[in-house]
């Protein structure tokens, strides 16, 4: 799980227009890359126990070690202007090294666009 805070007093009033996690991978089983699947949750800090508010918002294929920007579907974003979601989730439901991998989340960026 990685959180990043309450953004609600920053949206409020505010029309959303994408929004976008950026993310490094670290490392993958296959040397190919693979696909990250990405869920959202309400959380308030980084947990130790595990949990999600949704646990498939969307998927990117990626390469072993890039950085890049996975946009969030436009059907979750008014989560993030209400507080329902305050970070993501990384997860697979299938045990397989083709989907075995780890991401940077302490420099994981969340990267709102709205106008007021």
């Known amino acids: ?8 007093a920053a949206l409020e009033g505010a029309t959303v227009t994408g929004v976008r996690v950026k993310l490094k991978n670290m490392h993958t089983f296959a040397n190919n890359g ?3 699947y990405v ?3 309400g959380r308030a800090s980084n947990e130790e126990t595990w ?3 949704v646990q498939s ?3 990117q294929a990626y390469a072993k070690g890039s950085s890049h920007e996975i946009k969030i579907p436009s ?3 008014g989560g993030f202007i209400t507080g329902s979601y305050r970070g993501i989730t990384l997860y697979t439901n299938v045990a397989s090294n083709a989907r075995y991998g780890y991401w940077d989340g302490s420099n994981a960026e969340l990267i709102i666009d709205y106008r007021k």
């Open 51 to 53: 949990g999600f508010s």
């Open 1 to 8: 799980m990685i959180g990043f805070g309450d953004v609600t």
């Open 39 to 41: 869920g959202l949750h």
């Open 75 to 77: 059907a979750y974003w």
């Open 34 to 36: 693979g696909t990250a």
């Open 57 to 59: 918002a969307t998927n």
